[in-house]
């Protein structure tokens, strides 16, 4: 899959600087040695795609080095392929103008400034903008008892991409209990494989704290596919433990089953299934399983990290308001544009279908490959639920 991969950042690195140097650098600089200069970045780059395959299969450290690579790669290939698509712009434009100057270049010079500025915040600082979004969701079947009941989400921590960076896991733990929700929920991706990755922060993870406890669901990472484990036993060692550690971080993990939360003589039901899969995953969960002596509770909420599962089964059931994470956005978004929308039909946000919602939280962490956030800060979600009448 990787080596597919390359073969495209191959073409997106050398392109722009092949177009580039031909239309200006060829042109406005006289000194053949300082020509050459300007592809010493994409050689180095280039070097850098070819050993890709080799550190993809390591562990945390050719994680880490990846990580560093597509930062690279990306703050110096993108504002290329900016500048160069802009420029293209001016070629029938002068053309059919007559014009001397270069508008769309210009524009181009700007646009491609601002895409590496935004690629270097979002490096530095975005992956650690927590944004506390509020939210609520109207329900005719929430009991009375229940009306303004708070609930945080929180999705996609990741531990592993963190690199024991305790200071800034605190401030989020700090945050989602500053919210004084009466109930914590995790939807997913604890880890990016290991159980192991949770050493350095386990006890700062441990601080979530609310009235009726902090529950969580397992997601595609938490079941480390993308791991060369030397056998499944060993896979399925690494998914006991990771469970192990939920339960001593005090966390009640709810693998394809439910409880009932109560106030007064009210009760909800709150359900969580294994990981839904994909197109290309396994599939964990079994919602019929989880619903189980439900059927006389007048309200549902589920938690199932990835959200296709709620146009795949949810919406077939009396499920009220499924919580999903997994889309990250992609770590990327401008408003409502975000490249998630191209593989996720529900990538962020609230979406509803006649009285049936579904929240996408777009995490709280991110993938040590792409260590950057922009516009798709991390997120805490706090859910009030109302009743309709």
Known sequence: MIEKLSVYFILLLVLPDIYIYKL?????????????LWFVPSAVLLLGLLWIPLFSRGGHGGQAFIGIFVIAYLAVVLPKLVFSLCSLADLPVRRLLKLHSHPFAWLGVVAGAATMLAILYGTFFGRKQFEVKQVVFASPNLPAAFDGYRV????????????GDR????????LVNAQQADLIVFTGDLVNNMATELDSVQDILAGFKAPDGVYSVLGNHDYSPY???ENEKNRWENLKELKKRQAAMGWHLLDNRHVKLHRSTDSIALLGVGDDGGRMLPRYSDLKLAMLGTAKTTFKL????????????VLATDVDLTLSGHTHAMQFALGRLSPSALLYPEWSGLYTEGKQGLYVNVGLGYIGLMPLRFGAWPEVTVITLKKTY
């Open 167 to 174: 200071k800034s896991l605190q401030k989020a733990v700090d």
């Open 302 to 313: 589920l938690l199932s990290h990835t959200p296709t599962h709620w146009h795949r089964e």
């Open 24 to 36: 200006y650098i060829k042109k406005h600089v006289a000194s053949g040695r300082s020509r050459e």
């Open 152 to 163: 945080a989400q929180i999705s996609d921590i990741h531990a592993g991409s963190w690199h």
């Open 227 to 229: 791991h060369h484990w």
